[in-house]
Every structure is written in C-alpha cells, then in structure tokens.
DNA sequence: CTTGGTTGGGAAAAGGTTTTCTCTTGTTGG
DNA sequence: CCAACAAGAGAAAACCTTTTCCCAACCAAG
C-alpha cells in the first residue's frame, strides 16, 4: 500500500559500477556501503543506498556464486513426474528453502539412467550447492549414481546409497497407528488388505499389523497382498467375507486396515454392495491420506498420513546445513506418520 | 558397455587452468581447444581434450553465464502445489528444455503475494533467461506482476497479463469432440453436467455443447452447474432423471457429458444405484482425462484430454525462440484437445 | 615539527571462462 | 636473400562482485 516509486525495469540490469559512478564512487566503496561493510561516513552509505535503490540495481546473483563458490541453488532429482508422493515432499523442501534464499532445479529423470546423468552433469555444471533425490518408492533406487559427486547429497522419500543421509516415512509405525486405533475403538478382527509383494512397505506394515495385534491378543488374519487399486479392494472384500479366513471360523471382519487409499475406497463400495455399513458394521482405514480420494469416499476416509511435506522440510533444511560445513550422521531416519481421522473408522461405542 | 575410466570426482572442480597446466598450453589455447575454436594443430586439440577428459574438466556454468549474459536458466512459477494441472505442463516445459541444456527453477508461489515477489526477485537476481507462469486455473492470475520484469515470459495455462504470449487449451474444442462424438454415436439427448459458474472454461464448454447441439438439431437441455466433485455428479444425476428437464417432455438423457472426471465418476456410480448401464443405457464422458480416476472408474471413462505436457512444450520452445531473439506475436494459443475413448461412452450400435 | 594513530575511501586481485588482439615462427614466392 | 604471409599460440580484457590491502589526509601528542 505504500506506494514506493518502483524502479522502472531496465531492459538491462544496472550494475554496481553504475551505482558507484552515479554516486560519485569507487565500485569497492559501493559495493561495502550496500553490504554494510567497511568504514565510511553515513551520509556516503546512504546516498550510495539511495542511488542504488533508484536505480533499482540488484546485485548479480552470478558473480557473486563465482566468487563466494555458492550458487544458492540445489538440485532436486525425482522419477516421479505426476507423483503424489514426491510433489509434498518437494513443496516442503521449496518451503524450507525459499527463505534462506535457496532455489532449487527441479529435474525428472523418469527412469532414464541417460536423462539422470544429464540432469547431474548439469546441476554440477551449475555449482548446485547440493541435491536432494526424491522419488515415488522408498525401496527403488534413482537411475542415477549419487555417491562421490563432490556435493552434499540427501535422500528423501528415495532409496538411499549406502552411507548416505536419508529421510522416509515410517511405514511401520503409520501402520501401527491404524490398528491401535481400532484396537481402541474396540474392534477385535482386523483384517488387512494391501498391494503387491514386491513392495518393501508392504512387509513392514503387514508385519507391523501382526505386531500389534499379536500383542494385543487378537486374531491375526494373513494380510491380503494384491495391486493398489480399487478393483482389487473390490476383490479382497470377496476373499474376505465370503471365504473362510482363519482357523477360528466363520467370524466376518468388523475392520479393514487399506495399504493405500484407493483400495480403501474399493473396499468400502464393495462393503456397501454388501449391505454392510462402513464404519457401523465395518471400520475403514486407508494410507497416504490422498485428501482428493479420501474426503471424495463416502463416509469420508480416516487414514494414515506420511507427512511428506515434513520429510521434505527435514531434507531441505538438513542438505543446508551439510552445506554449511556442519557434520551430519549418516543413516536412515524414519519420520513419523500422523492418522487422519475422519469417518470410516467409527468412534468409540459410548463415544 | 565400453568402460570409460570415469574421471575421479573430485573435491574440488577442476578448472580451465588447471588442464591448461596439465597439458602445457595456456588458458586460451584451452579453451579454444576444447570449444573447437582458434587454429592449432589437431595435436595439440587433442592433447587438451585427452587432458580434460581425464582430468573430468567441467567448465563452471557460472562464469560462462556472466560472460555470455546467458544463463541457461529458466524460472517456472506456478500457484498449483498439488496440481495435476501444472504438472503435466511443467513435465513438457521440462522436456522442452532439457536437451537445449536449460535447466528450470520451479518456485511455487501459493497465492502469496509476497511469496510471489521473492521468487520473482530471486530469479531475476540468478538472471534466468526467460520465466513461464503457470497455475491451476486458466482465468486467474498469479499473484505477480509479470509485465516489463526485463526477460521474456510467456504464460501457459494461466491468465496472462494483457498484450502477452499465452498457451491455454481450447475448451470449447475440447467440449466439442466429446459432444459430437456422442452425436455419432447416435445418442439423441445428451446432458452436460459441469463445474462452478464462476469458473470461466464452464461458460466456454457449455456454450460449444449447445453450439454442437445447435448444429445438429438435437434438443438442448440447460447445462447443470455445481462443483467439480463426486457428490456434484451423483447429485445431478437425481436432478436429471428425477425431474422433468426440457419442454420436450420424459425422455430421459441416454449421454451426459461431464466437467471434469471426478463429476463423471459420480455420475456413472450414481447411475449404476439406478439400474441404468452404462454406457448401454446411457453415455458418460469426462474432461481432463486423470488417469487414475479415468481408469479406475468401471467401465473405464471415455474423457477430453487437454494436452497439457504439449501445451507446456510449446510454450518452452517459444520462450526459448524468445530468448535467442526472435521475434513472436503477442496473443492467447489456444491448443487442441484430443479425446481419450474408453468404455464409458459407448460405441456404434453395429459395431 | 615529527610521530603515530585514525578515518574515509580507492586500487587491485580473485573467481573461471571466452574472445580479441598480438606476437613469434616458419614457409613460400619473387 | 628478402618480403609477405599464414599458422600456432599466448596475453589481456571482459563479465560483475567482494575483499584485502593500501594511501592520503587529518588529528593529537610529544
């Protein structure tokens, strides 16, 4: 609302040797006076300031990077391109960045070992200050070697080279989460319903679900390995109440812990073509917390969220502080997921 | 594959002079050398490219930028974090750009204001040769002024200041092929079931469906217009088949078209509640074509694909004929749609 | 009047590359 | 044998900023 005289844009941006020459200058002189730096008197700086905020000059980003060796910029590979996992995960990394005056090369590299190196080579080429891999499975390796680049590197949402610093979603522990939560609404068989076996998240959370009810002293039924899809939650709710499940008989589920939200939401209209009532005669839970799918599915679908933005944000700001010389652990960190409650678990009897 | 000792990455990039030491010639002579410049004797060309090769020179893309004025660098700003819009464009951009050797600084810039202006200030600042706004509507404006920055900008898929250049997809065209490929399949009542009224591409498909209608002398029923979801379609499917629509009388519609697909999702469920099959019985075809949802959905929906990976690579290829300064008509591009058949819409009753 | 310290500011190098200009050497024609 | 010329290679400027070092002037103290 103030109204600043705004600098008119020139076609060619102004210099530092042109502010100094406007003011009367040398370059050196200048150049302390806008960056605080030096000794002078105060009516120098501020007319120097003032001449440069006239002349709308900003200080060439390039030369400085030639000079400081750092370009404020870092480098963001994923083979994810319309992904749903690896967009959070980049937002919360720009997050952590943009303040700090960061910005970051976006680069897809599918799965194309050629286009990995040809982003790399560029991102070096560009003095990135360092780079961060992302990607659509925790258990996949980028088409692109990441060791001994000369730059610090991070893994986010990726599979990491060993020795390396990366950050993913505890799957484990976000499973756990559900099936407590329907432990503690009273719901005694749990049945679990997830995609295909060559996923490494498909074991830790399958597992992760036998731990709990284990402990708990409930039945476990064998989880249900299939695709992510709709279809195959349509499928599963075949399997699971038409078929005999365990050896303790003809008892039905009365809850479906989901490995992703659209098996969550083929489970539930197959539940309903059932005449049975989600969550009154049988609670729902999804994972990832797909927010277009999970708030779409009637009744609207409580799942588990890997708080992927989070990951980014601990990526971003973990890679600065690598690049600013501070030492870091090398290792895996599990972040934690969050369970989104909305209606397809149900509430406590008494509630 | 043929092993190639890889240079030993070091520390440290290497440099010009470094290889020029190394090979016993000075800078220039590398540099000429290396770039296929200057006259020498293809000994001495060789001997600097063996050395560089096995030093892994890499020239710094920096110093070249302030030399040349040119940075190789373009900024991609966008309002769509999650978007399945804006990603499919930046994907082309992307692709665009990649074997030109340009690299893109993707800055979402929310609906931010300030937010905007920092990304703006931080790309000028690293002189990118060129900016594309994109977003996730394409009549609304970033929340950035954009005109006179002193760079060329071009506008893909979103409202582009006045006197521009812009890609947007041609909805009405869009709107069309779906309207008259229902007509050639010989359905006689089709309804349009669509988005907000406040959204600009509702006005200009409604108005291409009655045009085609029009043309053909079929009934024109009054679009219905709601929201862009699920519920919106299950919704109007009530309203069509429920109450009376057109002075025509109780016929019912045997095709809708729909706004987008997740309005087509609901509408096909809602359908099916009725006892009515689709596409037997009645017609359904979607806009947007997102995979997920149009292939998830039984049967799998027919929808308009708005091409945006080729809407984003025309506007790469021209902010870059742009930057290498050629001259190009300021103006709003409108880009074909391309219909996506599937199973939704039916096909020719004798096959 | 010297000495020593302080103050305000400039000159120059550095960062890595490209390009223009210049210089040296060898060759060819007269 | 000399002039003219071409070939091969180097010196230096340019891009823009930051930083170190240095200089001149001024002041006070001895």
Known sequence: MASNAQPVSAKTPVTLREVAASAGVSVATASKALN???????????????????????????????????????????NDTYGRFSLPVMSGISDALVDKGVS???????????????????????????????????????????SNLGVPTIYAFTQPDPGAIAF????????????????????RRIAHVTGPASFAVVHARAQAYRDVLTEKGLPVMEPLLG?????????????????????????????????????????????RE??????DDVGVIGFDNWQIVAEATRPPLTSVDMNLAALGREAGLTLLSLVGGEPAEPGIRKLPCRLVVRQSCGRLPDG
């Open 36 to 78: 605080g730096q030096g000794r002078m008197t105060a009516e120098t700086r501020e007319r120097i300031r003032e001449t440069a905020q006239r002349l709308g000059f900003r200080p060439n980003s390039l030369a400085q990077s030639l000079l400081r060796r750092r370009s404020f910029t870092v480098g963001l590979l994923t």
């Open 104 to 146: 970051v090369f976006l680069c897809n590299v599918e799965d194309d070992k050629r286009l990995g190196q040809l982003h790399v080579d560029a991102m070096l080429d560009k003095r990135v200050d360092g780079i961060i891999a992302t990607g659509k499975r925790i258990d996949r390796h980028l088409p692109v070697d990441l």
């Open 168 to 187: 993913v979603s505890d799957d484990a522990g976000g499973a756990r989460l559900a099936v407590e939560h329907f432990c503690r609404l009273g719901r």
């Open 227 to 271: 695709s992510w899809s709709e279809a195959w939650g349509h499928e599963a709710v075949k399997k699971l109440f038409d078929g005999k499940l365990s050896k303790s008989g003809d008892e039905k589920p009365d809850a479906v812990f989901c490995g992703n939200d659209q098996i969550a939401r083929g489970v539930i209209d197959a539940l």
């Open 274 to 279: 059932r005449g049975l009532g989600v969550p």
